[in-house]
């Protein structure tokens, strides 16, 4: 059993104002991260046009920008086990100041880059900005789990990752209305039309770290670290890190075969344009999955809680409803867009209403969790295992619903293993944040092995049986992996 050092830094539990002002600010830098991370998907078209792009070379976009991630992570993980861990050493507060400084740097390189036409400077700018995320999310991650009592950093991880969820939901739309529409029509067309969005990010970011310099709040972690792989020392965080790998790519694996999926004719028969609208529900379901466990795995009064499981899943279904309605390509096209979207949302009716179930469900599931880390996430992860085995049994639309409403309940998976994972490692837990964002590299390896399993099977519903996989190991982090060589203390 390793020993668990203790941070030299201000514990911050005692002063609930600052740390309720902290937390505050980094739901924003959550939500605005979830937003640029989906704006990756409107500079794809746009640089295919602007630079006459084959869809290999576009695709370049999220190579360079998601292989941020793991080179960054790779890198702070070689710097703290040659050289001590940096964050350990500068606090968390400077962590995050640091990372919103890298991305307001590649931000800003988006200028000279649409100034000189070079698209090959675009993906280094994304490459600085991937590694500013990577940083964000090696800090930021721990640094909610201790702006509070241990025992809910869960809760605030999903609140969290709520707000990066809306990001995620709204970013298509006021993206594709800026770059395809409003600096298109003032005669900003092709690579011109990022120039601005991405000048506001860079000023956005640079705001951020200046009010994150002066806030109000002890620097939480800081202090010396012997250098070493000090996190490799506690079970539960190597068990965590394979259970935040294999959670990434089960998540990523499922949305990205869902199109093909439904459009096979023994199971829902879609065309792919029809199909595309399930994907969009498919990654809706986790931002009301997260708020959902922002609610029930807090300390708040259970009435209040009870009240706010009803309100809030109603309220992020019909938000839902109306933002995954907007007729993007109409928004493309530099039409009136409002007829079209009350068209659509009124269209979207049938669709959503049958959905509707799968959140009552939701609500039940979380009831059965006790507002317990561990055990919620192993109710929920093992419902995504049921629903995926349903799925490849009994085909149709059934398999089609079954697939759709793992987004919902996959929702907790990131935050609570994250948390879980955190638990009891004190100074390290920057050292092991670091470890649990490099796990990101599984939402790159099992979508190609599930692609590999379809073609040799020659069926994509029996290939489902690889996210199906990930999710039991995830299932038994929750029951017991995270429990493996903790004494009672840690907990």
């Known amino acids: 059993m390793a020993s668990i050092p203790t941070s030299s830094g201000t514990s911050t539990t005692g002063n609930n104002e600052r740390a309720g002002g902290a937390f505050a600010i980094m739901t924003s830098l959550f939500f605005l991260w979830g937003f640029m991370t989906v704006f990756n998907d409107i500079l794809i078209p746009r640089f295919k046009e602007a630079f006459d ?16 991630y793991f080179i960054g992570s790779l890198l702070y993980f070689l710097i703290s086990t040659t050289k001590g861990d940096p964050i350990a050493k500068i606090g968390y507060k ?31 700018a994304l490459f600085v900005v991937g590694l500013g995320f990577a940083m964000l999310q090696i800090a930021a991650n721990p640094y909610i789990t201790i702006l509070g009592p ?14 990066n969820s809306i990001g995620t939901t ?65 079970p539960h965080v190597v068990l965590g890190v394979i259970g ?12 990205s075969a869902i199109i093909n999926l439904l459009e096979q004719p023994d199971i829902a028969g879609l065309t792919e344009i029809e199909a595309s609208k399930y994907v969009a529900i498919y990654w809706g379901g986790l931002m009301i999955g997260r708020f ?46 409002l007829p079209l979207w009350k068209a659509g949302f009124l269209a979207d009716a049938p669709v959503f209403l049958k959905y509707l179930p799968f959140v009552g469900l939701c609500w039940v599931l979380f009831r059965l969790g006790k507002s317990e880390a561990g055990r919620t996430l192993f109710v929920f992860m093992a419902t995504v295992v049921v629903l995926l085995l349903t ?24 935050s609570n293993t994250f948390s879980l994972a955190l638990e009891g490692t004190g100074i390290y837990k920057s050292q092991v944040s670091s470890l649990l964002v ?54």
């Open 53 to 68: 792009l084959s869809y290999f070379q576009a695709m370049l976009v999220q190579f360079a920008f998601f292989g941020a």
């Open 94 to 124: 400077n962590g995050v100041v640091l990372g919103l400084l890298i991305s307001a740097a590649g931000s800003a390189l988006f200028w000279p880059a649409a100034n000189m036409a070079s698209y090959g400077m675009f993906l280094g």
């Open 150 to 163: 241990e025992k809910t950093a869960s809760s605030r991880l999903n609140l969290a990752q709520g707000f």
């Open 170 to 234: 709204i970013g298509p739309l006021i993206g594709g209305y800026l770059i395809f529409q409003y600096f298109a029509s003032t005669g900003a067309h092709g690579a011109e039309s990022v120039k601005l969005p991405y000048a506001a990010f860079c000023v956005i970011f640079v705001a951020l770290a200046v009010v994150f310099v002066f806030i109000h709040l002890p620097n939480i972690g800081e202090g010396h670290v012997e250098p070493g792989a000090g996190a490799l020392r506690f």
């Open 244 to 255: 935040i790998f294999m959670y990434v790519g089960g998540e990523v694996t499922v949305g």
């Open 292 to 337: 959902m466990g922002a609610v029930e795995l807090s300390e708040m009064v259970r009435s209040k809680k009870r009240l706010l499981l009803v309100v809030i899943p109603l309220v992020s279904w019909f938000f839902l409803w109306v933002a995954k309605s907007a007729p993007l390509d109409a928004i493309q096209a530099g039409q009136n867009i």
């Open 391 to 414: 799925a490849i049994i009994v085909g149709g639309t059934t398999a089609m619903w079954c697939v759709v409403a793992v987004g919902l309940f996959t929702s907790v998976g990131w």
């Open 438 to 491: 490099m796990a990101i590299l599984g939402g790159a390896i099992l979508p190609p092995v599930q692609g590999w399993v379809a073609d040799h099977m020659q069926s994509i519903q029996l290939s489902f049986l690889v996210p199906l996989i990930a999710y039991a190991y995830v299932a038994f982090y929750g029951a017991i992996g995270h429990r493996i060589g903790r004494s009672e203390t840690t907990h």
